[in-house]
């Protein structure tokens, strides 16, 4: 079955926040669903990629360009449809785009232990380097 990978619409809002309460659970306030949505599409980037089944959204990618380095953020895809090639298809439009905007490298983080995205991330070219992440609420 064909999934369609389009830039994100208005009319998704709904569908990736019920989307990510499935398949992410960070307690932090500063990863709301709703936030992360609305501080995305203020942005208006066009990093911004679903993958839907009809009119249900099931999956997603971020991508982010800061004109140094790209980043890959808030890749699902709904547990019922993975291992589909859903993620893999996500990803590639997400490097796509950042390749046309010159994007020299891509990062991206993965939570500790979590071995079955990391070897999904190594099927697809990425590298696990040694770095330490660092971060700075600032709010």
């Known amino acids: 079955m064909k999934i369609p990978i389009r830039t994100f619409e208005a009319v998704d809002h709904d569908g990736v926040i019920a989307l990510?309460?499935?398949?992410?659970?960070?307690?932090?306030?500063h990863n709301d669903p709703e936030?992360?949505?609305?501080r995305k599409a203020i942005l208006?980037?066009?990093?911004f990629f679903v993958a839907v089944r009809g009119e249900k959204v099931t999956?997603?990618?971020?991508?982010?360009w800061d004109g140094h380095r790209g980043?890959?953020?808030s890749l699902a895809v709904h547990p019922l449809m993975r291992e589909q090639g859903i993620g893999?298809?996500?990803?590639?439009r997400a490097v796509d785009e950042l390749k046309q905007r010159n994007c020299p490298k891509v990062n991206l983080q993965v939570m500790p232990g979590n071995s079955c995205v990391i070897g999904f991330y190594?099927?697809?070219?990425?590298?696990?380097?040694e770095r330490v992440s660092m971060g700075r609420k600032l709010y």
Do not use: H, N, Q
């Open 59 to 64: 999956g997603t990618v971020m991508a982010g």
């Open 20 to 29: 990510w309460k499935e398949c992410f659970k960070y307690p932090a306030p």
């Open 122 to 129: 190594e099927k697809l070219g990425f590298l696990v380097e």
């Open 44 to 47: 208006d980037d066009g990093l």
């Open 35 to 38: 936030l992360s949505i609305s």
């Open 71 to 73: 980043w890959i953020y």
């Open 88 to 92: 893999r298809k996500l990803v590639d």
